[in-house]
């Protein structure tokens, strides 16, 4: 029966539920709030390329949109940061253009395309400093060679409006604020604190079955998470 609701439906649903389970049935309380950005050497930083093809100029404006939404966002102990609370829903009238995106397993253009590498450094960031992580969601398939990556496989964090978000809560006893730039190719986001803040070590450690690949993610040699991926040569 489902499958046959229109598409603007099931989001709606998809919509609905997230809202009760995070508003009417708990008190979560989610980082909203932006200041001036902080000066401070207590940071840790991620840095990716972002890749130069076709969708380059496209995938670039989407990140720059994403970007006005999240940097400068303070997040204060206990409080959660959500990707979706900050970013609106990708369509054309909030300005938005088509990019690559992996959509059920296969890659193709979609609205939106590109801000997951967004997601995906502030996920590494997140770990780094310890952060609890309460939702993440991996690719399903590892499309990727090796020479073709631009991030550890196990570090990413893909968004889909509505069905998957990232989001993590601030466990420290102190405030952090999200710095967020691109220059060109470069994509960079920061945690900034102003007191001692503490970069822990991540390893990603790959294991390769028949048809999945399995990457087990330390902190500090301690195993955090774990995430699963379909081999491209399977997927179909």
Same mark, same amino acid.
């Given at each position: ?31 909203l709030k932006h /200041? ?37 966002? #303070? ?6 940061f959500s990707f979706?609370?900050? #970013? ?41 400093? *310890? ?25 990413? &964090?893909? #968004?889909?409006? *509505? ?13 952090? /604020?999200?710095?967020?730039?691109? /220059?060109?190719?470069?994509?960079? &986001?920061?945690?900034? &604190? ?43």
């Open positions: 029966m489902r499958q046959y609701l229109p598409k603007s439906w099931k989001l709606l649903y998809q919509l609905l539920r997230r809202y009760c389970r995070e508003h009417l049935f708990s008190k979560l309380q989610f980082a /200041q001036t950005l902080w000066q401070s050497d207590q940071q840790i930083s991620t840095q990716q390329s972002i890749k130069i093809n076709h969708y380059f100029e496209n995938k670039t404006h989407n990140i720059d949109l994403a970007i006005q939404s999240i940097n400068g966002l #303070v997040i204060e102990p206990n409080q959660i979706w609370h900050l #970013v609106t829903a990708p369509t054309l009238n909030n300005g938005f253009k088509t990019g690559r995106n992996l959509v059920n397993g296969k890659i193709s253009e979609d609205l939106g395309g590109g801000i997951c590498q967004i997601s995906c450094l502030l996920y590494i960031n997140a770990l780094k400093a *310890g952060l609890t992580i309460t939702e993440r969601h991996s690719h399903s398939i590892d499309i990727y060679q090796e020479h073709e990556r631009f991030t550890p496989l196990g570090s990413d &964090a893909t #968004v889909v409006y *509505g069905y998957k978000d990232l989001q993590f809560q601030n466990c420290l006893d102190q405030a952090l /604020q999200i710095q967020i730039f691109r /220059q060109h190719d470069q994509l960079v &986001a920061t945690l900034v &604190a102003q007191q001692h803040l503490k970069e822990y070590t991540l390893k990603f450690i790959v294991e390769d079955s028949k048809t999945h690949r399995i990457v087990r993610t330390l902190q500090d040699q301690e195993q955090i998470e774990q995430s699963i991926y379909l081999l491209n040569s399977h997927a179909d």
